[in-house]
């Protein structure tokens, strides 16, 4: 049994996933992307939420299972030191799982091309095909990203927040774009669940944010 999570984006989304697959899961609406981040406010109440429903207590969980990005700088700091907080407490193993493949896991084509927001006018992206990696995880300009896209043959299917914000561009490339409302644009923890069920125990310690660039903010 194991308890993923993920905040790369504005939304907080959390599950936990039974070994017979049943998965009690808090599934964000596609609208909390557009809105303010508030996961130190709603990731721990989500936690419990979806314990409390599938009824286990930590001790039962086999691993805990954290999306470690790339996405947004505060939102990946407060998923993973949650995590490793929780594990640690509990005596538990992390499995960090890559937001844009679990993201990539909830696009309904054989070629999905997951993309969160970046901001500064750029998008994290990786393409899946069959969903086996075909390139990234890659930070770019949403022109740059659909030219890539594009050139590879697939005509893949787009999702995620970053599809949502740059979605001129991409349909101008001849990329698919979800309608706006889709849930396909979140990133669903019972995905990060199911990959996790492939990615080797870590020390809490170990897992790191994938940030694929430098924060914004820097010393003065």
Known sequence: MILGFDTSTAASAACVLSDDGVA???????????????????LLPAIM??????AVPFGRLEAIAVGVGPGTFTG???????????????????????????LAAGIDSLSALALIDAKRGELFAALYEREEQ???PLVAAPEEVARRAAGAGLRPR???DGSIRFRGVLEAAG???DPDESRS???RAL????????????????VLPDYLRAPDAKPQ
């Not at 939420?49 to 599938?54: T, Y």
């Not at 199911?194 to 080797?200: E, I, T, W």
């Open 76 to 102: 990946l700091r407060i998923g993973i030191a949650t995590a490793r907080t929780l594990a640690s407490a509990n005596g538990l193993p992390l499995r960090p799982v890559s937001s844009l493949a679990a």
């Open 185 to 187: 644009h979140v990133v």
């Open 24 to 42: 009690n899961e808090l599934l964000p609406d596609p609208g909390a992307l557009s809105a303010g981040p508030a996961h130190a406010r709603e």
């Open 175 to 177: 990329i698919r774009v």
């Open 191 to 206: 995905h990060v669940c199911r990959l996790a069920r492939a990615v080797p125990d870590a020390l809490p310690e170990s």
């Open 134 to 136: 075909r390139w990234g």
């Open 49 to 54: 939420k979806v314990m409390d429903e599938a």
């Open 158 to 160: 787009a999702a995620g």
